[in-house]
């Protein structure tokens, strides 16, 4: 891989990272500026928070997204009557969705669309809300909880939010843990743009340093692990300071599967023969196995294609097939082809085929 193609790597890693926004996960949700109450009970932010949820949609008459997401949120609506509240609003425009087009939408749906319906003051709300968050299109939900902040935003046609509302409601979705979630991810973002900015000026070292510091927040984190090894391969070919850094990792994350796993299938994944480090994928491969107690049918395949990779094949279609049990009810036909491919090369080997 040469510059320019990892330069594009680490561009789309970068662009893959969740921009800073000023609104976001964790922020207090800003006040609710509506010229009129088309249908429910006029709400004010942050006035009437504290009692219960509040989820902000943001729709238009001409949207058809918006449309499909209507039964949605109705049927979300009255399963959680008490505990939530639903407000649609939208912005006058000169798309057709004036205000007697939403009065006429609103009243033809009739309970069909069984809550509250706003019309935006100028826009006002549109801007705290969609814009402040870097959203350019509709639909889009966001849900504020009782203590005023925004617990989660996205479409409300995402079926993450037919989960996550009632998780909220009985007190099982960690609120903390989710807000975050995302202020990492926005560190993480700003430091792979401090990253790119060191590779364009040269500065390889600091570079390399930058991405460990990634792995160090998130230690699974795939796309640092990768740019880390592409890195390795087009830049420093420093194998010490490689082996090092792996050696290093699988130390103080071996318990931890996902990190394990994702190492694993990364150093699996590079195609320069002469960079690979196949004892150390191994170790990884073995490490996230262990660390899932042997349940895990992702982490058993990636241990069976890092034995695979060195020749172990008995032990890689033993693996294999432990994989493809651990899946129960669940499909995944990629792991069933890698049994099959690995058969296949047993008879080839024996002369059987």
């Known amino acids: 891989m040469n510059r320019k193609v990892f330069s594009i790597l680490l561009l789309a890693t970068i662009i893959m990272a969740s921009p800073v926004m000023a609104l976001d996960v964790g922020d207090k949700a800003p006040p609710l500026s509506i010229i009129k109450w088309v249908k429910g009970k006029r709400v004010s932010f942050p006035k009437d928070l504290g009692n219960k949820l509040y989820l902000v949609e943001f729709w238009a008459t ?5 449309k499909m997401s209507i039964p949605l949120l109705t049927r979300l609506q009255d399963k959680h009557k008490k505990e939530l509240t639903i407000i649609g609003v939208t912005d006058p425009d000169d798309r ?15 309970e069909d669309m069984s809550y509250s319906v706003a019309i935006d003051d100028l826009g006002k709300t549109t801007k705290a809300y969609l814009v402040a968050a870097g959203i350019q299109g509709i639909p889009h939900s966001f849900l504020v ?4 902040r925004i617990i989660w ?35 993480i973002s700003q430091r792979f743009q401090d990253i790119s900015m060191d590779f364009q000026r040269g500065k390889i070292s600091r570079a390399w340093d930058g991405i460990i510091s990634v792995l160090k927040l998130d230690p ?29 990792h699988i130390a103080s994350y071996r318990d931890n599967s996902k990190a394990m796993r ?11 023969i002469t960079s690979r480090v196949p004892d150390l994928t191994i170790e990884a491969a073995r490490a996230g196995y262990n660390a899932t107690d042997k349940k895990d049918p992702i982490a058993i395949a990636i241990y ?5 990779q060195v020749g172990d094949l008995d032990k890689a279609i033993a693996l294999q097939k432990e994989a493809v049990s651990a899946l129960g009810s669940e499909e995944d036909q990629s792991l069933v082809d890698a049994l099959a491919f690995y058969e296949k ?5 024996s002369g059987t085929s």
């Open 62 to 66: 001409w949207c058809p997204p918006c």
């Open 96 to 110: 057709g969705n004036s205000v007697s087009a939403i009065e006429r939408f609103t009243k033809k749906q009739g």
């Open 145 to 148: 909880g009782k203590d005023g």
């Open 153 to 187: 935003h996205g479409s409300p046609l995402d079926p993450e939010l037919m989960v996550i509302v009632p998780e909220i409601i009985s007190g099982k979705y960690n609120v903390e843990e989710a807000i975050n979630a995302k202020k990492l991810q926005a560190e």
């Open 220 to 248: 699974s984190n795939e796309e640092a692990m990768d740019v880390l090894m592409q890195l390795y391969v087009t830049e420093t070919r420093d194998r010490k300071a490689f082996r090092t850094f792996v050696s290093g």
């Open 262 to 272: 994702t190492l694993a299938r990364i150093l699996c994944s590079n195609m320069d």
């Open 304 to 308: 069976a294609l890092a034995l695979y």
């Open 345 to 349: 090369c047993k008879r080839l080997i």
